[in-house]
């Protein structure tokens, strides 16, 4: 048994029909894709094509689709509690507690670290090159390994449905619950190294877009010409850069503890979990606007494009996102004013908590200026961008109460504090992903999606949100703390009921995406993006074919007005074409996908205490740095004549929409 | 003043406004009346300051808020294609509302960076507190946390009870609590708001009763498998009564001692009974403490 170190056969699910059917449903996820594709014969292109492409704007399709991916699995979850809720008063409910608690903790971990980081990545990943004029990002290689860390930590929180369990201590896994002594199982393990292998991933990506940003923009684009979406995931990659590390080592500390017996952590032997709380938050609060810059720089690009306007106050813009980005990293007591700090610490932290929302409140009233004396058409992504500012208010009202320490004595840990951060991770984060997804799929996939059903998807998720999350602030004013199994309080029905009806519109809202997407494919011949520009666009990456060609541009643009291709396009500057010269990319390689699935197995290994397989592993990974790191680079080269060919079709289109002039040399 | 403008401001029939506003409608789920929430309707007067203070800063913020929707549907409905609106597709700059911008939060944040600064300090849940400014002293009880339940001692009386936390109303209830298990929060919320429970470490808690009663109390921090048996009442009672009920325990026959701990501090998954001890070993808080000491003290005091 030692071969399998913990790993036995009571690692199979049969201990309940939940767990049973938990796993059935993850295997046929897995299983359905796999069979289709084996059935359609398209392994060969998708490996070829997709899974060792080093293209930003596939990379980031790839993350994309696993976003959605997660986001359907961690919103099963959270219907599953609503539901939970809805009837266990003075009874079990349908969920025994063990179960309950699983599913809490796979909610967050999941929605944080498998939905949210890989939807904001994804599209980073996609614009981002795009926006600042770069044929790819500054490190194309890193990034697929990003990716592909990625999805080995989303693998082995899907892996913990299959075999095992998964934790039960909360997506933040406080101590000394989280330890060995109380949390025995393979549970807090697997969200260990699914934190650890993901948030490698993290931060390379934070590292990439750092670089990126400051070293390939296009000739004349100064720091204060960047569009404000390249603003924001520069401070947001900042923030990666300098966060992540922390949660690396506090979840690595935590292993060490249940893993070699150590006690960082621990209630015995000068263990303390003070300082775990300390250090994950550490992480945890600049991890807030990780989720959220991004969308604050998609509602920027949203709200000037369909008003047809520049954004009003670009430099307070800049300079709100540069100040919370700095002040993210003063607040983090303000997750546990009581662990009993002096009201000294207590007030300098909630002080320091409110005075991000003087930026944030700067940004809302730009935005509102930007649709002050425009011309406003009501896109799905602009309806999205008003829904976040008038919903988003309310949850940043509710933020200032509870960082108002003596307030929150009372709010902590009840369920107005969930409602709280839903208010802000929904409608401040997940709102602007997806008028990201409808406002920019066009330039991705050559195709805009059916306007009709993104006014679907805004009206259930927006409904639904109000009517689950609403009932929330009110039942945490009753006194109902967060993740109760059960409860003998009445009164807290009715709201808990409600809750449950508005996640059924949210369920409403999750299937229209999807119905969205397949009804768009099904029509994509009528909604032709032939001009690469459909919403009469203000930056960079409507400047190049829906889909961009590998290389992005034939020729790389001038950036060097603010919303550099508007302005061409004012001056008459736009589409005029110089001849192309070659240009080099890199090549595809499966290197990323190698080192993803190792550091997946390495994570399996060290969940089981399966020690020879985790050396393996480890070798593994060493060996493929090393070979990829010696070996020369392999590169594809675009020759003119090429890039001509495949620029035909694109000018072809300008030039019947009347876009390129009879004298404008193509 | 300050307090004075607060009391003005969170005046009966002002309340019953803000409780309108912030409702929105939502009081649609009839018979769910929030009458029965404890932070609204407080108990006692830790409760009810927490209460203005979060009344007076919504009511402050509203005065954002309401703009801000009021502007966004303004602008939405002029401005849209085909509206009214005048579109100048240049105007992206104005110092004059650059100024309004900054500066309109800004002092919202330092009037309710004053309050925090005034309220975290009054509020401060290791301040002793003192009923009606006579001398009464407070009524010491330590709390401990266990899988799923709490232990009450009275040191001053050498009693325990196990999830029923009983005090003379006339008396502020100064409370030490302490883990012997995983953390936890302790929190009685129409009284005030909670602290964590931590092993090895004790946090205090002053709260105060304005009239006879029973109230929940629970831990509200996540500790496994029982956390939703983790609650208890909490009485405040009349001096008479609470004499009675210290007959009753001191009747009871069980005492709590270092082996009878042990027993206690197994995990229960139902709800544990209420319980009373009629005596108990003066220095068992202590003992708790002690086992999650530095590894030195811990080791001597191995016993328990």
């Known amino acids: 048994m030692t071969l399998l170190g913990r790993l036995s056969l009571e690692a199979l699910p049969f201990y309940s029909w939940v767990a049973m059917g938990g796993a059935v449903v993850t295997l046929l996820a897995v299983l359905l894709p796999v069979l289709f594709l084996s059935y359609k014969r398209l392994w060969p292109w998708l490996w070829r094509e997709w899974l060792t492409s080093v293209d930003h704007k596939k990379i980031g399709v790839m993350y994309i689709v696993l976003a959605l991916a997660m986001l359907v699995r961690g919103f099963i979850d959270a219907i599953m509690m609503r539901a939970q809720q809805a009837i266990a008063l003075n009874n079990e409910g349908y969920l025994p507690p063990e179960h309950f608690e699983q599913i809490f903790t796979s909610h967050g971990t999941i929605m944080i670290f498998f939905m949210a980081m890989p939807f904001l990545t994804g599209l980073i990943n996609i614009i981002v090159p795009l926006q600042i004029g770069a044929r790819d990002v500054a490190f194309p290689f890193l990034n697929s390994v990003s990716l592909w860390l990625t999805a080995a930590g989303a693998g082995l929180v899907a892996t913990s449905l299959v075999i095992g369990r998964f934790s039960t201590a909360g997506w933040t896994g406080y101590p000394p619950y989280s330890g060995i002594q109380y949390s025995p199982g393979v549970g807090v393990d697997y969200w260990i190294w699914a934190l650890m292998v993901s948030g490698v991933g993290s931060t390379l990506t934070g590292i990439n877009f750092i670089v990126t940003i400051l070293r390939c923009r296009a000739p004349g684009m100064t720091l204060m010409k960047m569009p404000l979406f390249v603003w924001t995931t520069l401070c947001t990659s900042l923030l990666i850069a300098f966060a992540f590390p922390a949660l690396t080592v506090v979840a690595a500390m935590l292993g060490l503890d249940r893993t070699l017996g150590m006690h960082f952590f621990t209630n015995e032997l000068g263990g303390n979990m003070m300082n775990f709380a300390n250090l994950l938050w550490i992480w945890g609060h600049p991890e807030v606007y990780i989720l959220i810059l991004p969308a604050f720089g998609i509602y920027s690009e949203v709200t000037a494009t369909f008003a047809r306007k520049p954004l009003f106050g670009y430099r307070s813009l800049v300079y709100a996102t540069a100040v919370i980005a700095l002040l993210s990293f003063t607040v983090w007591l303000h997750h546990f004013f009581t662990m009993g700090s002096s009201a000294s610490v207590n007030a300098v932290f909630g002080i320091a908590t409110m005075v991000i929302a003087v930026p944030t409140g700067v940004k809302i009233f730009d935005w509102l200026f930007t649709l002050f004396r425009g011309q406003i058409t009501f896109h799905p992504a602009l309806l999205f961008t008003i829904g976040f500012i008038v919903t988003f208010v309310i949850g940043g009202m509710t933020g200032v109460l509870l960082a108002i320490p003596p307030v929150d004595y009372q709010m902590h840990n009840t369920t107005f504090l969930v409602a709280h951060f839903h208010n802000m991770l929904i409608p401040g984060a997940l709102f602007g992903y997806l008028a990201g997804m409808q406002y920019w799929f066009p330039k991705a996939f050559g195709f805009t999606l059916n306007q009709r059903w993104g006014k679907w998807i805004f009206w259930l998720w927006t409904i639904g949100f109000y009517l689950a999350f609403m009932p929330l602030y009110l039942v945490g004013l009753l006194g109902m703390p967060r993740r109760l199994e059960q409860y003998t309080t009445p009164e807290w029905q009715p709201y808990l009921i409600v809750a449950f009806i508005g996640a059924c519109f949210v369920l409403a809202g999750l299937c229209a995406i999807f119905i969205q997407l397949w009804v768009s494919v099904r029509e994509r011949e009528q909604n032709r993006d032939t001009t690469g520009d459909p919403w009469d666009g203000r930056t960079l990456e409507w400047y190049t074919s829906s889909p961009p060609a590998p290389y992005n541009f034939a020729s790389i643009p001038k950036g060097d007005e603010r919303d550099a291709f508007w302005q061409m396009k004012q001056t008459r500057m736009a589409y005029r074409f110089t001849q192309p010269s070659s240009i080099i990319l890199p090549a595809n390689t499966g290197m990323g996908v190698l080192l993803g699935v190792s550091g997946g197995i390495l994570g399996f290994a060290m969940v089981w205490h399966i020690w020879w397989l985790a050396l393996l592993a480890l070798i593994s990974i060493i060996a493929l740095v090393v070979v990829r790191s010696s070996r020369e680079e392999r590169v594809s080269i675009y020759q003119p004549e090429l890039i001509q060919s495949l620029e035909k079709p694109w000018q072809t289109s300008l030039a019947q929409a009347g876009l390129i002039g009879d004298g404008d040399p193509i | 003043m300050a307090r004075l403008f607060i009391r003005s401001l969170t005046s009966a029939p002002l309340l019953h406004l803000y409780g309108l506003m912030m409702l929105c409608g939502l009081v649609v789920l009839s018979g769910c009346s929030l009458q029965s929430s404890p932070l609204l309707y407080p108990k006692g007067p830790v409760a009810s300051t927490e209460r203005e203070l979060m009344l007076f800063a919504i009511a402050i913020m509203l005065t954002v808020l309401i703009p801000v929707w009021g502007l966004t549907l303004w602008c939405c409905r002029r401005y849209r294609k085909g509206g009214k609106g005048e579109y100048r597709p240049d105007w992206c700059s104005s110092t004059l509302v650059e100024c309004g911008v900054w500066g309109g939060p800004l002092i919202i944040i330092l009037l309710i960076g004053y309050l925090v600064v005034v309220y975290t300090f009054r509020l401060d849940p290791y301040k002793p507190l003192t009923v009606h400014s006579t001398d009464t002293t407070p009524f010491p009880v330590q709390a401990v946390a266990l899988d799923w339940k709490w232990l009450f001692i009275y040191p001053e009386l050498g009693i325990a009870t196990v999830n029923e ?67 208890f009442s909490a009485k405040a009672l009349p001096d008479k009564a609470f004499e009675d009920w210290l007959g009753t325990v001191r009747n009871a026959s069980s005492m709590l001692n270092s082996a009878h701990y042990h027993q206690l501090a197994r995990p229960n998954k139902s709800y544990a009974p209420v319980e009373y001890f009629s005596s108990v070993d003066t220095d068992l808080f202590n003992h708790i403490l002690a086992r999650y000491s530095a590894p030195s003290t811990a080791l001597a005091n191995g016993a328990l």
């Open chain 2, 165 to 231: 936390l009983v005090f003379p109303q006339s008396r502020p209830l100064a409370l030490e609590i302490t883990s012997d298990t995983v953390m936890t929060s302790f929190m009685i919320p129409a009284l005030g708001g909670q602290i964590y429970a931590m092993a090895g470490m004790t946090t205090h808690l002053n709260l105060i009763a304005d009239q006879p009663g029973t109230f929940t109390g629970r831990n509200t921090q996540f500790s496994g498998t029982g956390f939703p048996q983790m609650y």
